[in-house]
């Protein structure tokens, strides 16, 4: 771990390589590059040698799609509990996702034009589901919902398989649940290709959603314009905002909870309180010993974790807008007067018994969040990205009339007169 302090001599050094960017390395940005061309010129073949060549299984234009058997037998296999969870969590995304769904509307405008917005789902989707090294069911949740909320009819799933061919029980079961209607068992950058520009097997989708690792995040970014996209979401972020109020072996927990994604993670706390960060650096030694994923902790501590102590909280404020990090956790005497501060987060959780876990599994909102200092420009995933916007607009003669005067002053001035005359002419005797 990384202490700075407000008096070290330079602090403001070290706290501005706090503020990072997710840009790729050359070496990532070539290999996905020659993953996507061998994909999108091969296909089948290229999405099948590649699944092979990093671990997956081997997979046959039969096997790539999860079957009805594969999604009825995932379906008995899981636990009572589990069934109740994946419910719990669905119902919270789903409500909330139901009250942030755009609505159509229309009014007159100041010349008595109809003008307004419609928004229609799209047609065919493409959401990516980690699988890795643990098997990311609450984000089957956080995406397929709100695809299904919105009301996409084709729900394109891609998540890699283990060598066996098998997708995990629970996994299946929560897609299945959130509104999947294809699932298929390719991961990593090949498959993001595939969505982006269809095989044999995979019909390509208009826009592609979900999180991933480095190669996942770059392939996004290279087959932009191609398709859509949501946001270019990394490694996940935690920073903590604490004062002296703060329970230590509850942050400790926060920080190691987001800590456990290893693979680059950052882990940050802020506080103005020295007792506070020397109390969790304890907890957080003490607490680690204890968890099952010590080896991918381990890694973002040493590596990743930076704890600040900042001479006053609005110091700490300035330092979290800079930094823009996914998730922020304020724990202060007055967290809502420190969050209305803040601009830049990708979601905020306020007080003490408010865990980032919380938003992970079960909250509402979607814990697709914008990662690198990306929060400064995109939100997170919201159910209004699967909603295609369409403007409208209906003239009458009345109205035409009363347009007329501003038309033909624009056309003049940039030299358009065709554009003048397309309205002039519809009122011509």
Request: aromatic share 6%; net charge positive.
């Amino acid at each position: 771990m990384r202490i700075l302090r407000y008096t070290d001599p330079d602090y403001a050094k070290a706290i501005r390589s706090l503020n990072r960017h997710a840009e790729p390395d050359a070496e990532v940005y070539a290999t996905v590059h020659e993953i996507v061309e061998t994909v999108r010129r091969n296909g089948n073949r290229a999405l099948f040698e590649y699944t092979r060549k990093f671990g997956g299984p081997e997979l046959t234009e039969k096997t790539v799609r999860v079957s009805a058997t594969e999604l009825k037998a995932a379906r008995k296999r899981v636990s009572p509990e589990t069934r109740a969870a994946i419910a719990a969590s669905h119902e919270n995304v789903r409500q909330f996702a139901e009250k942030s769904k755009r609505k159509n509307w229309s009014a007159r405008n100041a010349q008595g034009a109809l003008v307004g917005e419609r928004f229609d789902p799209f047609e065919r989707v493409g959401i990516y589901v980690p699988g890795g090294t643990a098997p990311l069911v609450s984000t089957a949740i956080m995406t397929c919902t709100l695809a299904a909320v919105a009301g996409v009819p084709e729900i394109v799933v891609a998540t890699p398989a283990a060598p066996d061919g098998k997708v995990n029980d629970a996994l299946l079961y929560a897609l299945q649940y959130a509104g999947a209607t294809e699932i298929y068992k390719v991961g990593g950058a090949q498959a993001i290709a595939a969505l982006a520009y269809g095989t044999e097997s995979i019909r390509p989708v208009v826009k592609i959603f979900g999180p991933g690792n480095a190669y996942v995040v770059e392939t996004k970014r290279q087959v932009f314009g191609r398709v859509a996209m949501d946001l270019i979401p990394g490694p996940s972020e935690i920073l903590v905002i604490a004062d002296s109020s703060a329970n230590p072996a509850w942050i400790a927990a926060d920080l190691l909870a987001q800590a456990e994604h290893g693979h680059n993670s950052e882990v940050v706390l802020v506080s103005n309180s020295a007792r506070i960060l020397e109390k969790v650096q304890q907890e957080i030694e003490r607490q680690a010993a204890s968890l099952s994923r010590g080896v991918h902790i381990r890694e973002v501590l040493e590596a990743s974790t930076t704890l600040v102590l900042v001479k006053n909280l609005r110091e700490a404020v300035a330092l979290c807008n800079a930094y823009a990090p996914e998730h922020t956790s304020i724990v202060t005497r007055d967290d809502e007067a420190i969050a209305a501060q803040l601009r830049t987060s990708g979601a905020l959780f306020l007080g003490g018994y408010s865990p980032v876990a919380a938003g992970d599994f079960a909250a509402g909102p979607s814990h697709v969040l914008p990662t690198g200092g990306a929060g400064k420009s995109f939100p997170g995933l919201t159910v209004d990205q699967f909603q295609r916007r369409t403007s409208i607009v209906r003239l009458d003669e009345r109205s035409l009339r009363k347009t007329i005067p501003i038309i033909e002053t624009f056309a003049r001035i940039e030299g358009l007169d065709a554009h003048g005359r397309s309205a002039t002419i519809r009122l011509e005797k």
